[in-house]
């Protein structure tokens, strides 16, 4: 057998995967690309055609890679895209995977912790998300500016279980989980962009799903102060704190959640679909404009 086959075998049949693993994996990507990148970007429902925008690319589909967890969503292509935007190497995620596919949220979150292991210092979270702040608009853009780990109420953390140092501390701080500097720079950015009228800050929160969430669900977390909702990124954003990366985020708002009783409309996955090929075009515009204007440790 192949070392590769081995590798492959060998993280197939892990439960609990180490640092070790984890390095092995990061390896195993490093050997088959150039780029060495220091910003890795994950293109959540939708929003994988920022990839467009990315020259010098080097391809590799999560299928290929030992122990990577394989998206199964439609609007989620699943390849690791390497290259350059706005002058700087990156690693783009095209597509995630979600705790409700059945992962772990410790598998969920893996490439999370190879990318830090490949070097990665800052990390970009994307999303779809329902808006729940009534004054949100479809296709509003939302820099994330905190969130709420509502599925880690009901105990889906990636950090739960053993604590490996070598990659954080046992109780990470997340109060400041979102990057001031990236955040005004992102603001200043898109107003420059004429993005005024449709660009927000604002909380995300994350429930497992796969369902989209009642009527009393949504008025609950209105209460909270949450401006949208999804069923990602949260984990994914533990996990790079805990390692110490400098995180951003942002949601696109791909539809309103329904906040009255009895409505005949419904939140679909269609409707989610068509508001990221919409906004695509200045979602990698904005993008690539940060980027450019980002200075990487
Ligand atoms: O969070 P991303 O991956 O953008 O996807 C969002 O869109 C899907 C629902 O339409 C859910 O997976 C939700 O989390
Ligand atoms: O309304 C929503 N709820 C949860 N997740 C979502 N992802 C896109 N829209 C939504």
């Given amino acids: 057998m192949s070392n590769e086959a081995v590798l492959r075998e060998y993280m197939n049949t892990r439960t609990q995967v180490t640092y070790d693993d984890i390095d092995l994996v990061a390896k195993y990507i490093l050997e088959k690309v150039k780029c060495r990148p220091k910003l890795g970007i994950i293109c959540g429902s939708g929003l994988g055609k920022l990839a467009d925008s990315v020259e010098n690319k080097e391809i590799i589909p999560y299928s290929e890679i030992p122990g990577f967890p394989v998206s199964t969503v439609p609007g989620h292509e699943g ?128 429930m497992v799903g796969p369902n989209f969430e009642t009527v009393t669900e949504c008025r609950l977390l209105q209460i909270v102060g949450v401006d949208a909702t999804g069923m990602s990124t949260v984990p994914e954003v533990l996990v790079a704190k805990h390692c110490g990366m400098t995180v951003f985020g942002m949601s696109l708002i791909t539809n309103m959640v329904i906040m009255e009783y009895d409505v005949e409309n419904t939140a679909n996955h269609e409707e989610v679909l ?21 200075e990487l440790n």
Avoid: W
């Fill in 79 to 206: 390849k690791l895209v390497f290259g350059t935007l706005g002058g700087k190497n990156v690693i783009l995620m095209q597509g995630r995977s979600h705790c409700y596919e059945g992962y772990p949220a410790q598998k969920t979150t893996l490439p999370v912790r190879v990318m830090h292991l490949m070097g990665v210092k800052t990390l970009f979270v994307t999303n779809a998300a329902g808006g729940i702040n009534r004054n949100y608009n479809i296709g509003d853009i939302m820099i994330i500016k905190d969130h709420v780990n509502l599925a880690g109420f009901a105990g889906v953390n990636p950090l739960v279980g053993p604590n490996d140092t070598r990659f954080g501390p046992r109780f990470p701080p997340m109060s400041r989980a979102y990057d001031l500097n990236i955040r005004q720079l992102a603001l200043r950015l898109a107003k420059g962009m004429g993005f005024g009228d449709f660009i927000r800050e604002g909380v995300y929160s994350m």
């Fill in 274 to 294: 068509e508001t990221g090929e919409r906004r695509s075009k200045d979602l990698q515009k904005l993008v690539t404009a940060i980027v450019q204007e980002l």
